[in-house]
């Protein structure tokens, strides 16, 4: 198994234990938005230490910036997998609260800025595509988008979309900067 690969896989089961343990812990809820940044910060780590093992274990050798390109993409795409794949079933199967929760909180406000049909029928003046519809028409079209918006599927989606942008664009600068500035021999005297 390729030394970038190994490092994806490390690096999301580092994050799949970060979160099993924050879900043990009873912090699930609290956690998520963090829960994120670790995430993220984890995707740069592991595609930095997937491509500097790499390098490492060439000897360092002065290779073409695509080959080292794809050595940090291999990392970040494995990485982005593995953690969609557990987002999935995580939100699905281990822990619907944080799904449940954030529902919840939509429908609360969508119920505050609308608690009777004078607002809605302001609203049907400023925007035509409620017009010819009921109050509980509205209602139950918003809940059922906010369900959908926060389906599994959709976080899966969420997941493997951001992770797959944020690796190519760590892997590009990651690349950029090791070679520049980390595996740069030293300068040949004129």
């Known amino acids: 198994m390729k030394t970038s690969v190994k490092f994806g ?13 924050v879900y043990y812990s009873g912090g699930s809820i609290g956690f998520f938005k963090l829960g994120i940044m ?6 740069m780590t592991g ?15 002065e290779g073409h910036f695509l080959a080292d390109f794809k050595a940090a993409m291999q990392t970040g795409i494995i990485y982005t997998i593995l953690v ?9 199967k281990i822990d619907p609260s944080i799904r449940n929760t954030m529902i919840a909180e939509r429908t609360a406000d969508l119920h505050k800025k609308f608690p009777d049909d004078t607002n809605f029928l302001a609203l049907q003046d400023t925007d035509p595509t409620w ?25 899966f989606i969420a997941h493997l ?3 797959t942008f944020f690796s190519g664009f760590y892997s590009f600068f990651v690349t ?7 595996m740069r021999g030293p300068k040949k005297a004129s």
């Open 84 to 92: 969609a794949g557990f987002a999935y079933l995580y939100h699905e």
């Open 131 to 155: 017009a010819g519809k009921s109050f509980d028409d509205f209602i139950e079209n918003k809940e059922d988008n906010f369900e959908s918006i926060f389906s599994s599927s959709s976080v």
């Open 38 to 43: 670790i995430n993220v910060f984890l995707l």
């Open 47 to 61: 595609i930095a230490v997937g491509l500097y093992m790499s390098k490492k274990d060439e000897g360092f050798a």
């Open 9 to 21: 896989i490390a690096f999301a089961l580092v994050w799949m234990i970060i979160n099993m343990i």
């Open 161 to 163: 979309m951001g992770l």
């Open 176 to 182: 950029l900067i090791f070679r520049k500035i980390v």
